[in-house]
């Protein structure tokens, strides 16, 4: 071909699209991302040309360029039924993903007359920006892109929506997606342990400014819930299914208020009505597992537990978890919900196989990680009635070097088991050394060495402990 590939590379790179965006497929249960966004074309259609987009993207992540090259033009019908009067500007990003898909088909004309394309229009949009090129819509558009492929992302998204509203601080669009990003970096932050509160008045303004779009209005909701504000979050929930009483979206978020706020049967069949729209949902899915397993704990905790009931709900809770990590295996947390599940119905060979299967996994970020090890320690203490593994899975979490909920519970959890032991007399030295590691992995040194004293008063021969003490008196 007369087009040099390599040129043509060069050119690729400096497109502002997703193949440039750096949105990785590690990061996405692909057939659940699909699925997300084929739900959001059907409910939201003001977002189609983005969703379209992207969409592009997902498919040839999945090996599917001619089915990209279908969403692509799908969006350049939106664009022309939406954004007639400024096709050019509209279409970049979609330009971009063409250019790349026909360059990965290898029919190199093709993406270069895309590129072409791109530069061309760019060149006369600048010329009446005054040379500055950064299109605040791409910007968001990538914000938005951003926000799809999970929580490794959020930071990012965030800014790109900040890049967008020093242009135009009062677009609708651009205030939303930021306050949909500060969410759930906090939601986020709660999870795994980094501290942040900044956005009720990011979700205030979003929702003054976006009258119509229920999903902030929910998500204003959750926050003021988190605030122990639920009464007056309740209002913006009732306000929402009056608006848009069909729109998953909105129920699944309704749904997990009322879980939150205990009103179970309630989110249930709030989950079950949104679940009937988008039957692949795996958020809606996971929900509700979430609830029939709840529901499950609290029948058995009563007087007469009607057995037969207990055993439906902990299968219905089995059967929507293994939906979600077969339909998303990134979804981690998932795992510990399952077996516990597993565990709840005293499947217990399950539950491990569970358990193991996930703990294997290179892909396993830490705060999941530690959180795992947590639920697994429970399941060997609490079902398996073994309090030594419980101790080296708590441990295990320890050891891993990132501050979060997961680590603090198994802090919490390892040293109550070995206090316990302790005061009741029942410890060997091991016990009292295990505390000393466990006060050492959290950085509590003086304690640590008095551990290690009072295990070497008992073992004094161990030559763990006395290293370990040497250690820490050099270390102070």
Partial sequence: STISKDSLKASL??????????????????????????????????????????????CHLKNSNEEALRNLRKAEEAIQKYHPGEIARRSLVTWGNYAWIYYHMQRYEEAQTYVSKVENSRKKLSSTARGKIQLPEICAEKGWALLRFG?????????????????????????????IAMYRLEDCAERYGDEITPCLEALKRAAELNPTDTTILALLALKLQRLHRGNEGERYIEEGLQKTPDFPVFLRYAAIFYRKKGEVNKAVEILKKALALTPKSVVLHHQLGLCYRYKAIQLKKTRYT????????????????????????????????????????????????????????????????????????????????????????????????????????????????????????????????????????NGKKEEAIECYKNAIALDPNNEEYQNALVELQLSI
């Fill in 306 to 441: 009607p057995q037969e009931e207990v055993e439906n709900l902990i299968q219905l809770a089995i059967f929507h978890f293994k939906t979600v990590i077969n339909k998303k295996p990134v979804f981690f947390s998932a795992y510990a919900d399952l077996a516990n599940a597993y565990a709840l119905g005293k499947r217990y060979e399950e539950a491990e196989e569970i358990f193991q299967e996930v703990l294997q996994r290179n892909d396993l970020p830490c705060g999941d990680k530690q959180e795992i090890y947590f639920n697994y320690g429970n399941f060997q203490h609490f079902y398996m009635k073994s309090e030594s593994k419980a101790i080296k899975y708590y441990i295990e979490g320890l050891k891993i070097e990132k501050d979060s909920p997961g680590k603090k519970r198994c802090s919490e959890a390892v040293e109550k088991l070995l206090k316990q032991k302790i005061q009741s007399g029942l410890a060997d030295a091991t016990d009292i050394g295990t505390l000393g590691l466990v006060h050492k992995l």
């Fill in 151 to 179: 929580r490794n992302y959020f930071e990012k998204a965030k800014n790109c929506f900040e890049n967008a509203l020093e242009s135009e601080p009062n677009n609708p669009d651009f205030n939303a997606g930021y306050a």
């Fill in 13 to 58: 790179l400096q497109l502002e699209c997703h193949f440039t965006w750096t949105l990785l497929k590690k990061d996405v249960g692909l057939e659940a991302l699909e699925e997300t966004i084929l739900d959001h074309i059907k409910f939201v259609v003001e977002c189609n040309i983005r969703d379209y987009n992207i969409l592009s993207y997902v």
